[in-house]
């Protein structure tokens, strides 16, 4: 299929999917085409076929005020996001741009995408790819090339004053990120196969 343009860059193909049958919460997608979204700076955000999805990505407090998932006009940005969430092969910083980005390019309005934008960027995954020592019980490991992850968080009484101040003021993401660094809590958490035996 063709590419779809919008502002903030472009899809190409569709979204086609498997419903994953299982106990549970049963939302597990599988693509069954390759699908991807190019941004403005040409960078291309792949995902494969045979990729499995499950809107893990968009935290479930905020279902209720953006919309269901897979539904709507940023069902296709969180095909995406997901992914680069599962796969974290590109800083959640990034990650989370993109999905603003891509979210714009679904048609999502400027004000909501940067409410949705803030949401994944506080509770969704977030995680570095930096070169870092990491301390854990008195010992340090060296991380190379993984993903640290990151438990983020925020008081929902400042989150939703923030997103109040986003529809008043509409401010720029830099603008965003600002706000969201002077209230956000953000605790590395050390991936359990990564502790050093003791």
Same mark, same amino acid.
């Given at each position: 299929m063709g590419a779809t343009e919008m502002a903030?860059?472009?899809f190409d193909g569709q979204?086609? +999917?498997t419903w994953i049958e299982h106990r549970g919460?049963? #939302?597990n997608m599988q693509l069954r085409e390759h699908f991807a979204f190019i941004d403005d700076a040409g960078t291309r955000w792949d995902v494969p076929s045979g990729a499995v999805i499950d809107g893990a990505s968009i935290p479930q407090t905020f279902w209720t005020l953006f919309g269901p998932l897979f539904v709507g006009d940023y069902r296709r940005a969180s095909v995406v996001h997901d992914y680069y969430c599962d +796969?974290?092969?590109r800083p959640s910083r990034d990650v989370h #741009?993109?999905?603003?980005a891509a979210c714009r390019a679904g048609g999502v309005s400027l004000i909501r995408a940067k409410s949705m934008y803030a949401a994944v960027a506080v509770f969704g995954p977030n995680w570095t790819l930096d070169e870092a020592v990491v301390s854990a019980h008195g010992l340090e490991t060296f991380q190379s090339?993984?993903?640290l992850e990151l438990d983020t968080g925020m008081a929902m009484d400042d989150f939703m004053e923030l997103k109040n101040d986003i529809e008043d003021t509409d401010p720029s993401l830099a603008e965003i990120d600002a706000r969201i660094?002077?209230?956000l809590q953000v605790t590395p958490a050390i991936p359990l196969d990564t502790v050093p035996a003791m």
């Open positions: 903030g860059g472009r979204v086609v +999917v919460a049963d #939302r +796969v974290r092969t #741009r993109m999905f603003y090339g993984r993903a660094a002077r209230k």
